[in-house]
Structures are given as C-alpha cells and as structure tokens.
C-alpha cells in the first residue's frame, strides 16, 4: 500500500502561483509514474501532468508553458509549478502514482479568484 499526502493548494489571485507537492510513502516498489489530475465542480478529472521515472513529461494543452512538474526520486516526491494561474484552474488538484498499482492522494484545492 501506498500513501500520498499532498500540500500547497490555496487562494490566489489570476495571473499568481502556487506549487503543490506530493510526497509518497508506505510499500513503494517502484514510483514508475506520479502525475496530478484536476476535477473542477461538476466536472470529470482530467490529467494536469504527468511524469515518468527517468524524467519524461507530459502536459495537457491547457496548461503547457504555465505549469511545471518535477519529482524528486530520493524524496519520492513529485511537484507541480503553477504560473500564470487563471481562474479556469481552479479544481481540486490529486496526486497520482503508479507503483505496481495505481494510488490517489486525498486532493488539495486551488482557487484562483480576485
């Protein structure tokens, strides 16, 4: 079983940043995957980003040049840099990771409002 806690969702104002943090822990195998998916109000969840082990990325089109992912294999954690925040961004955020199964975390909220 894997756990994931994550940190760093709030309010901010359009145009802001924020960067979230995911942090894994518990019968880690091996973290092949992490990503973060998005689910606004109403709506299904959506992947954000994604990134592999040895470092390939992907993004959704909304999103590529405002946000960044990274990890940090050592601390199995992974992050997320949000700029550029508009008020369409605002969702619930989770965490996914795949490690010999797929986890979620419990989500963070990020609302982007003036």
């Known amino acids: 079983q894997v756990q994931l806690v994550e940190s760093g969702g709030g309010l901010v104002q359009p145009g802001g940043s924020l960067r979230l943090s995911c942090a894994a822990s518990g019968r880690i195998l091996s973290l092949s995957y992490m990503g973060w998916y998005r689910q606004a109000p109403g709506k299904q969840r959506d992947l954000v980003a994604g990134?592999?082990?040895?470092?390939?990325?992907n993004y959704a089109d909304s999103v590529k040049g405002r946000f960044t992912i990274s990890r940090d294999n050592a601390k199995n954690t992974v992050y997320l840099q949000m700029t550029s925040l508009k008020p369409e961004d605002t969702a619930v955020y989770y965490c996914?990771?795949?490690?010999?199964?797929?986890?979620w975390g419990q989500g963070a909220q990020v609302s982007v409002s003036s």
């Open positions: 990134i592999t082990s040895d470092g390939s990325t």
């Open positions: 996914y990771a795949y490690s010999n199964g797929g986890y």
